[in-house]
């Protein structure tokens, strides 16, 4: 075989466990991927309007299994409480135990700890609250306080005063933060930073990291596979051209 035969060879099988090795790693991020998301995140259908602008009547969200320790002023959470009925459902946390929540100042605004919030996820130019607002309420400790972002539509702890919790739910009643809204892909929500003055927010969870690896899995699966014929076709021509050359 002439030294350009050998180099051509060897090239060809240098390509070949290239194209093996982005293969296996395709696979590897592409599955794994799908697994660590599968583990942390679980998605969700939203049945009313409560949280709308943010998330509407229909969306299918993506919300990341936590403890309700781990719930922060200002997160999206999915719950379940049997004395709000038997479903799940999607409310903003605005007042955690010890807490003091009003609504309105005389800005408009949602209070907590006596400092307005600003609420950029509210439809513009409505309400902070629904009509009669929020009297000053303090939430009990180890318990959550609740609103819709669609104030005027929305069955929440502001509806829920008069009960001995003052409307609140057990941190326990959490399942889930929501990271994004997946259909229609609307992409992740945007951090409450309103809240920032009074206490920490929630970072978001690895939902991008999650979609990273899947994606870079399937670019280099199909990278990968695509090498053979790729390299096969061009293979051929070069072979074609040199026979004509002769």
């Not at 409560?50 to 009547?57: A, C, E, G, R």
């Not at 690895?206 to 979609?211: G, I, S």
């Amino acid at each position: 075989m002439s030294r350009a035969g050998r180099t051509g060879e060897g090239r060809r099988r240098l390509g070949s466990v290239l194209s093996s090795v982005a293969v296996a790693l395709g696979c590897f991020l592409f599955l794994g991927g799908f697994l660590w998301g599968a583990l942390l995140y679980e998605p969700y259908s939203v049945p009313s309007d409560s949280m709308s602008p943010t998330i509407k009547n229909g969306d299918r969200v993506l919300a990341q299994r936590i403890d309700g320790s781990e719930v922060r002023r200002g997160d999206v959470v999915v719950f379940h409480e049997q004395s709000w009925g038997p479903l799940p459902m999607v409310k903003r946390v605005v007042g955690v135990g010890g807490d003091t929540v009003a609504c309105c100042d005389a800005g408009g605004q949602l209070t907590v700890n006596g400092k307005a919030i600003e609420e950029p996820y509210l439809r513009a130019g409505s309400e902070a609250s629904a009509a009669g607002g929020i009297p000053l309420t303090t939430v009990p400790e180890g318990r959550l306080f609740l609103l819709g972002d669609e104030r005027a539509n929305s069955m929440d702890s502001s509806a829920r005063l008069e009960d001995a919790m003052k409307g609140s739910v057990p941190r326990g009643a959490v399942a889930a933060r929501v990271d994004a809204v997946a259909w229609p892909n609307e992409g992740m929500l945007e951090p409450p930073t309103g809240f920032a003055e009074i206490g920490a927010v929630s970072q978001p969870g690895p939902l991008r990291l999650v979609l990273v690896a899947v994606l870079a899995g399937a670019v280099l699966i199909l990278g990968g596979a695509a090498y053979g014929p790729v390299a096969g076709f061009f293979g051929r021509r070069r072979r074609a051209a040199s026979s004509h050359a002769r």
